[in-house]
Every structure is written in C-alpha cells, then in structure tokens.
C-alpha cells in the first residue's frame, strides 16, 4: 500500500524560489515586476544566507582603465582552462547594469575621496575593479538592500523535493513548523548556494549544505565541474575552531598586507607572478604546501603596516579583536576553508537547466563563468546578473497547468553529517589522492541509512508552533520539523558529497582548485566539464564530455544539452 504524504498547507503561484540571497531575491524581485506571483522559500531567517557573509565585493568593469575583454581575461585565466568564453562575457557585460539596479533599490557603496565609487583590487585581477560597501560588509549591504524590496517570503521553510510531470516543473514539497505542504507551479528556481558544510571548517552559513545540487539531481537535472571546490587562502585560524569561520577578505591583500610562514619568509615568492594576489587556488595550494613543509596548521598575514585598517575593514577586525588578535599590532593567524562550489547544476546564462521549469541561479548554479577557479568577486555579480535573467526567464511557463493530486512519500538515503565531513575534510581538501577519494566514498557509502519524510518526521506529542506569514496553528501529532530539516540536509550532503567525490576521481588531472597529488598539472586531453546525473536505478553516472569552447566567435550556448547524454 503507498503512503501518502499528508499536507497541512498549501499554495499556488507562478514561481517558487529557493533560498533567499542574492540570486533568489534579485529573480523574484525580476519575476515580480513582470507580475509573476512569488514564492521565496527561506530554510533560516532574513539573513541566514551566504551572500550576508560576503565581504570583498563585486566585480564589474571600472569606467576608466578597464574593459570588458580585461575582465574577460582574468576570468578565464582563473578558470584554468574551463571557462565558457561566450557565457564569461555574456554575465560580465551585464554587471554594470546589474549594480545600477541594486543602487536604484538603495545599496550604498563606498566612495572616494573624489565622491565617485570606491574600488579595490583582489587575487587574480590585473586592475582595481572591485566595489565595496560598508568597507568590508559589501554581502550584508546587498542582503539589505534586496531584503527591504519586501517580497513574499516564507521563512523556516525548506524544500523537499521538486515535483514533475509531463511538462516539466510543476511544483514543490516542502516542510515548516506547520507540516508539510505543496506549493504549485510551473517554475522553480534553485538558489540555495553552496555546500561548505560537506567539509568540518568553512566560511558557509549553517544552511549551505548542497541542498540545490541534491534537488536538481533528485529532480532528473545534471550538475557539472562539483570536484572544483575553493578553498578560500585566508580564513581566521583558532585552534580546534570548526563550524563557519571567519574569512579574510581578499581585499586585505589588496590593500598590501603580505603572506608569512611561521619563519617570517613569504609564502608565495616564486610561486606566480602576481604573488599573495594570485588567483585563489595557487594562493591556497601555496599555504597548504608551505603548511606540510614547515609542520604548522597555519600561516600568517602581516597587516600592521596598514594605515587605518580598522576604518576600511571593521567586519574583520571585529573577528579578529574576538579571537584575540590586534590586526594593528599582531599576525593574523590564517589557513585555507572551503568557500565556495565553482560547479554546479548545469544551466545557460538564463538559469535555464535540462528539466523544464527548473531554472538555478548563483553558487548552486554552474553557467560556465567560473571554470575550474572561480575569480575573486564574481559571485555577487554572476548571482545578480544570471539571478535577473532566470526571474524574466520563468515567464517562459506562465499558463501551464500544475494539477497535483496526492503526494506519495519516498526514501532518500544518507549518512551521519559527522562521518560525511570528516572523509571529505580528510580526503576531498585543498589537495586531495586517488586513494583517498576512494576511501571516502567506501566510508559514506558504508554508513548510508534510508529514511522517508514520514519517518523523519514522527517525534514527540502535539505542540504549538507559528511559522512565519503562517496562523499559529496545531502542528500535525508527532510531527518535528528540525527532524525534517536534518533528515533532507543529511541526504543532500550525502548525495553531494558522493557527486563531488565521484568527479574528483574521474578528473585525473590537476587544473584550478581541483589539485590531485598523483598529477603535477592539468592534462590537455581533460580540457573539458564532465556532467553527472542520476539514472533510472537512482545511481550516479558520469554521463557525457565535452570540450569548453576556445575563442569567442563560437556561438552562445542555449542549455545545457551538449553536455548531457540523451
């Protein structure tokens, strides 16, 4: 007998989108003012996003010696090689008109002495190009900004599982404190950032554990190019410090504070043209080669040679008073942290993914802009620009019907959060091995369990609880949402992590962040994004290549088909 899932509420609109920062905000504001009805699911509060962490800035071309092709080009030399030169021009043309927005919504951005906007230079760029706001607080201004536009936002709702059909998207499942429940439409958009909690230490909110990914997949969509994880170089190391930690802006070594080793002597000398401003990867695979060779688990920045640091980045020397560093007079003990998911689920420049109605914006989207590494700042920009373009993009499904019937209950599987952190903090790093990317595969796989929503679910008696833009309400008899919550997060790092685990081994190589210790380099003949999805036993399949286009006179890609097996 099949057991149904019972809904205690439900909605209908044009679009739903999940996760609510930058991306998610900037298409429903998008998709609103086409007048779309939104929906924006939240798992956490106003500011439980990545995007209120982000510090650096955003990247977009200077109005005076700059260019679009400049910005092109230190993109695609992150990128290592993978980089879709036609998407990388297409979202960094669209930067300038993307911010243009944002201030008309009301974002401040720091300026000058000359009254016009500030800007920075970080890693990887060869000119100062990045606006900041709030000096180091540029995410939470944008987060500020985008959250005063009042959308219509459930928050301490989460999504379970997009539901299909014949044509495509036509709903979600998702769980609040009230129950479960079903929101109808033909579009939904994924944009729920990254998975830093695949990995003991990072600088990702608590929430950022690959749940886009897992849905895409679940959902019949492809993701590509996940083994490329950044680490970011510089993250506040404190002894036994695990969870989210602190980073340090790129933006400090922009300014010229400079990278020592335990005996004062430069960690990047020699290493790259750029030194301490080199692309993210080269700067953390420096540190985690200097870190074996001297025996140390971490290195320093030397900021104390820098006037009025702590009026340019307040949010950093907050983080480091609280951990017991004066910046102005002391070392700032750092280490690389995972960062930030280069890949992702497989779209075009417009969000659009293989499934239709499945559209994904932001970190959990892979467009092609970033390639193997992505480039200082880009994010912000490429969760604007390709998060305005998915919200237009949504309009494509107006009018096609979303009747749900009665929602069958499944299984997902998953494994303890703690085994799946550590084989991947141990094997899946800065650098990782054949050998150990094959025991932390055999260590997730062992400890998988199975478990349906119903199951997760059923715990304790009756209670009282308000989700919010929700009457207070009795919530179902044994029911828990948090169980809920940890059940899907479970089961979308242990299906990620499986993913990433699976394409770092196929890639037998060394290109951008994905560093493997039997391989000195990047090997031409694997010059191309492998796409992976699950087939119809539910199993992980690496399932076509393709080379990344060279030259910008090829034409524009407009899904993600030529990567995906049909």
């Known amino acids: 007998m099949t057991t149904t899932v019972p809904v205690s509420w439900e909605a209908e609109v044009d679009l739903v989108v999940v996760g609510g920062g930058v991306a998610g905000l900037t298409a429903a504001r998008t998709a609103s003012l086409r007048g779309l009805r939104?929906?924006?699911?939240?798992?956490?509060?106003?500011?439980?996003?990545s995007t209120q962490y982000a510090q650096g800035g955003i990247a977009v071309v200077a109005p005076r010696g700059d260019s679009v092709d400049?910005?092109?080009?230190?993109?695609?030399?992150?990128g290592a090689g993978l980089c879709e030169v036609d998407a990388v021009r297409?979202?960094?043309?669209?930067?300038?008109?993307?911010?243009?927005a944002l201030t008309d919504l009301g974002a401040v951005f720091d300026l000058g002495r000359d009254g016009q906007i500030s800007r920075t230079r970080e890693g990887g760029h060869s000119t100062r190009r990045i606006i900041h706001a709030g000096g180091d607080a540029t995410g939470a201004e944008v987060q500020r900004a985008l959250n005063a536009a009042g959308l219509p936002?459930?928050?301490g709702a989460a999504a379970l599982r997009v539901l299909t059909g014949p044509d495509?998207?036509?709903?979600v499942v998702a769980v609040s404190p009230d129950g479960f429940g079903v929101v109808r439409s033909p579009a939904v958009l994924l944009a729920t950032g990254g998975l830093g909690q695949l990995y003991a230490s990072s600088t990702n909110p608590p929430g950022a554990t690959g749940d886009g990914v897992a849905l895409a997949l679940w959902a019949g969509a492809a993701v590509a190019d996940l083994e490329f994880v950044q680490f970011h170089p510089t993250v506040l190391y404190t002894p036994g410090g695990v969870g989210r930690r602190p980073l340090i802006s790129e933006a400090v070594r922009g300014e010229g504070a400079i990278l020592l080793d335990a005996h004062g002597d430069s960690v990047t000398a020699g290493v790259h043209p750029r030194g301490d401003l080199a692309p993210r990867d080269v700067v953390s695979r420096a540190i985690a080669e200097r870190m074996r060779a001297t025996g140390t688990d971490h290195v320093y920045l030397d900021a104390r040679h820098l006037t009025g640091f702590a009026q340019r980045f307040p949010t950093i020397t907050a983080s480091c008073l609280a951990a017991g560093i004066d910046p102005a007079t002391q070392l700032i003990p750092v280490a690389p942290g995972a960062h930030y998911q280069c890949g992702g689920v497989l779209t075009d420049t417009h969000g659009r993914t293989g499934v239709p109605g499945l559209y994904a914006a932001g970190e959990v989207a892979r467009t092609g802009l970033h390639g193997a590494n992505r480039l200082a700042s880009n994010s912000l920009l490429e969760g604007l620009v390709v998060g305005e373009r998915a919200g237009a993009a949504a309009s494509e499904r107006l009018g096609l019907r979303t009747d749900l019937g009665d929602i069958d209950s499944w299984t997902l599987e998953f494994a303890d959060r703690g085994v799946v952190q550590q084989a991947m903090t141990e094997h899946a790093s800065v650098v990782r091995d054949g050998t150990g990317l094959t025991a932390a595969l055999a260590t997730i796989d062992a400890a998988r369990s199975t478990a349906s929503p119903l199951d997760a679910a059923a715990a304790g008696s009756p209670r009282r609880a308000s989700a919010p833009n929700h009457e207070t309400a009795d919530v179902p008899e044994g029911f828990d949402s948090a169980r809920v919550l940890r059940w899907i997060e479970d089961a979308a790092l242990t299906l990620t992590a499986r993913t990433l685990l699976i394409a770092a081994a196929d890639r037998a190589e060394s290109r951008g962040c994905h560093t493997r210790a039997e391989y000195q380099g990047p090997v031409d003949g694997r010059r191309h994004s492998t796409a992976i999805r699950l087939n119809a036993d539910g199993e992980l399949e690496v399932r076509a290549e393709a080379s990344v286009p060279v030259g910008e006179a090829l034409p524009v890609r407009s899904g993600?088909?030529?990567?995906?097996a049909r």
């Open 70 to 78: 400049s910005h092109v080009l230190d993109t695609v030399e992150a």
């Open 168 to 171: 495509g998207v036509c709903g």
């Open 560 to 564: 993600p088909a030529p990567l995906i």
């Open 38 to 49: 939104v929906l924006i699911l939240s798992k956490g509060g106003p500011t439980d996003t």
């Open 153 to 155: 936002v459930l928050f």
């Open 90 to 100: 297409s979202i960094v043309e669209g930067g300038q008109a993307a911010v243009a």
